[in-house]
């Protein structure tokens, strides 16, 4: 795969994911950076100019440096679980399309520690460089499973003891009266419908972000982090939960 852009092209160094680079023939001090770390690798970056770059990336937007990378590893839904965690938090994407929102999501969920991504295949963003670009990088270090069907990932979820809490802008429970301290998958569905069907009755809880304007829905990638960053919060607070008794069971019932 083909990436651009500093960040992303700098993270994918750091991870062992980058085969070959080239960087622009003068340099700015960030290049340079990219250039030492390439060579601690044992790579040689080959120099072209600016017009070459542009031609090779396809896109004008390359920042000064293209690379190409290794085949990304494909995992498996029950991969993401992982071992010795006893509440992984994960993010599932019911079909987001646009690339600049796929990257900008990974790069919420690398920050906000989530374990994986399951993404669908079909009629979603395409995994390429505006992607990894938009990620910041996020993408070297979030692992991703790429799925055919959603709704049956969610079952086999449910299966491995984890929660599915999918966001609907009609659901009359809110986001952050649901307690993420379980295992949790946070379920987002695409721009402009949403969750489809299917997705929607799979979920264990389906919950909303209340609005206070005239608008009545978020950028997908907004709302993602609020609900991610939300999971954070409640995760950095459990000990006080459990302490004060206001920690309980949950039952799968729908929001």
Known sequence: MLIYGINAVTEALRAGHVVSL??????????????????????SPERLSKEELSRAAGVHSHQGVIAQISRLQEVEVRDLI?????????????????P????????????????????????SSYIGAATVKASAGALAHVPIASVVNVARSLQELKDLGVWTVGLSDDATQRYDAIDLTLPTAIVMGAEGRG???LVRERCDWLVSIPMAGKLTSLNVSVATGIALFEAV???????SLVIKGKKGKMKRTKG
Request: charged fraction near 25%; glycine fraction near 10%; charge should be positive.
């Open 82 to 98: 992982g071992k010795g965690i006893s509440a992984p938090l994960l993010l599932v994407l019911d079909g987001v399309e646009d």
């Open 100 to 123: 600049q929102n796929f990257g900008a999501i990974l790069r919420t969920a690398d920050a906000a520690g989530v374990q994986g991504v399951i993404h669908q295949k079909r009629r």
């Open 195 to 197: 969750l489809r069907r």
């Open 233 to 239: 919060r409640q995760r950095r607070d459990v000990d």
């Open 22 to 43: 080239s960087v622009l023939d003068s340099q700015t001090s960030r290049l340079s950076q990219i250039v030492k770390l390439a060579n601690k690798q044992g790579l």
